[in-house]
């Protein structure tokens, strides 16, 4: 697989959870990486990119100021840290490499993982 997310769950509102992807070499190197969620009876929507040194980033603005992302290129790894999260938050979350025009927030590739779940209550 291109893409395998983990680290999902369910966690009460105001809590914190991190999410990991780990990509193939192919699709990880040079690329900026981002994060994407679907959440029940709606489309799949762009959370957060960040370019391939790491220096730049993106955040939609539901969620600026409370998810960061990273990568560790020598793992090949995306990260998602979310942090204060509200009930809104809960979706089937992916990664996938990105436009490297971070506010485009577009996949570059119509091709996913099986995503991780967050469930946030309230």
């Known amino acids: 697989a291109q893409l395998v997310e983990s680290g999902g769950g369910l966690v009460q509102a105001g809590g914190s959870l991190r999410l990991s992807c780990a990509a193939s070499?192919?699709?990880?190197?040079?690329?900026?990486m981002g994060w994407f969620r679907q959440a029940p009876g709606r489309e799949r929507e762009f959370v957060a990119a960040?370019?391939?040194?790491?220096?730049?980033?993106n955040y939609a603005d539901s969620v600026k100021g409370r998810f960061t992302i990273s990568r560790d290129n020598a793992k090949n790894t995306v990260y998602l840290q979310m942090d204060s999260l509200e009930p809104e938050d809960t979706a089937v979350y992916y990664c996938?490499?990105?436009?490297?025009?971070?506010?485009?927030?577009?996949?570059?590739?119509?091709?996913w993982g099986q995503g991780t779940q967050v469930n946030v209550s309230s």
């Open positions: 070499t192919r699709l990880f190197r040079a690329n900026a």
């Open positions: 960040i370019n391939w040194s790491g220096a730049n980033t």
């Open positions: 996938n490499a990105v436009n490297p025009l971070l506010r485009i927030g577009r996949p570059l590739i119509d091709a």
